[in-house]
């Protein structure tokens, strides 16, 4: 895990975990962090939103020290376009990446007040008829994957609910499957809201991240009906 950037940090995320920011940005800067989206129900224009947000604060892109994004599971037009505009300026820039998959994003907006040995469970639609589901714990307050991450069908699943597991999931997902899950002693939290601000979390174990390793994890991909690595 990378520690914090010398200079101005750009996070971007085009996952749209919560279906209401396309794509969104957030510079950090020695005076605070300024976050950026898409208008919702617009398609929206990433490099532009990045642009417009480094130029409201002064900075240059030569400037920037550092990039962050999550690498999906997400929205497949965003996540393609975020991860071809980070590789664009990596190569052309060398800038360092830093990178998590969006399921311990989507568990972090979840991690507050979480009782002592109960797990965060990110819940996301896979389509198919599979959920991409994880268990994720923290351990000296960083969140980290028990086993990889699946897509499995919900009575997978259920069958491995725990009382207290906390499910951190979608409104559309809670609407569909909270009853169910309460039943079985978990708890369920909607999450809303999130943006490329989540990225500076010092829960999530950010890893540097290049080339090759900068490939985006669909909701429809083919590795979803495996366990992730």
Same mark, same amino acid.
């Given at each position: 895990?990378? +520690?914090?950037?010398?200079?101005?940090?750009?996070?971007?995320? +085009?996952?749209?975990?919560?279906?209401?920011?396309?794509?969104?940005? $957030?510079?950090?800067?020695?005076?605070?962090?300024?976050?950026?989206?898409?208008?919702?129900?617009?398609?929206?224009?990433?490099?532009?939103?990045?642009?417009?947000?480094?130029?409201?604060?002064?900075?240059?892109?030569?400037?920037?020290?550092?990039?962050?994004?999550?690498?999906?599971?997400?929205?497949?037009?965003?996540?393609?376009?975020?991860?071809?505009?980070?590789?664009?300026?990596?190569?052309?820039?060398?800038?360092?990446?830093?990178?998590?998959?969006?399921?311990? %994003?989507?568990?972090?907006? +979840?991690?507050?007040? %979480?009782?002592?040995?109960?797990? %965060?469970?990110?819940?996301?639609?896979?389509?198919? #008829?599979?959920?991409? $589901?994880?268990?994720?714990?923290?351990?000296?307050?960083?969140? +980290?994957?028990?086993?990889?991450?699946?897509?499995?069908?919900? @009575?997978?699943?259920?069958?491995?609910?725990?009382?207290?597991?906390?499910?951190?999931?979608?409104?559309?997902?809670?609407?569909?499957?909270?009853?169910?899950?309460?039943?079985?002693?978990?708890?369920?939290?909607?999450?809303?809201?999130?943006?490329?601000?989540?990225?500076?979390?010092?829960?999530?174990?950010?890893?540097? $991240?290049?080339?090759?390793?900068?490939?985006?994890?669909? %909701?429809? #991909?083919?590795?979803? @009906?495996?366990?992730?690595?």
């Amino acid at each position: 895990m990378q +520690g914090p950037a010398e200079g101005p940090v750009l996070a971007l995320c +085009g996952s749209n975990l919560t279906g209401d920011a396309p794509f969104s940005c $957030c510079l950090s800067l020695p005076s605070g962090q300024f976050t950026a989206t898409s208008p919702i129900g617009s398609r929206g224009d990433l490099a532009a939103l990045a642009a417009d947000l480094c130029a409201a604060h002064g900075i240059k892109p030569a400037e920037l020290a550092q990039l962050r994004i999550d690498l999906g599971p997400g929205s497949y037009t965003g996540l393609r376009v975020a991860i071809t505009f980070v590789r664009f300026v990596q190569r052309f820039a060398a800038v360092p990446v830093l990178a998590c998959d969006s399921l311990l %994003l989507l568990a972090d907006a +979840g991690a507050a007040g %979480l009782a002592a040995g109960a797990s %965060l469970r990110p819940l996301l639609d896979a389509r198919r #008829g599979v959920l991409h $589901c994880a268990t994720v714990r923290c351990e000296a307050g960083v969140l +980290g994957h028990v086993g990889g991450p699946a897509a499995l069908p919900f @009575d997978r699943i259920a069958k491995s609910i725990a009382a207290g597991d906390r499910f951190v999931t979608t409104q559309e997902l809670e609407q569909r499957l909270g009853g169910e899950l309460r039943q079985r002693g978990a708890e369920v939290f909607v999450a809303r809201g999130i943006t490329a601000a989540g990225l500076f979390s010092p829960r999530l174990p950010m890893q540097r $991240c290049d080339g090759q390793e900068l490939e985006p994890r669909y %909701l429809m #991909g083919t590795y979803a @009906d495996e366990p992730l690595a």
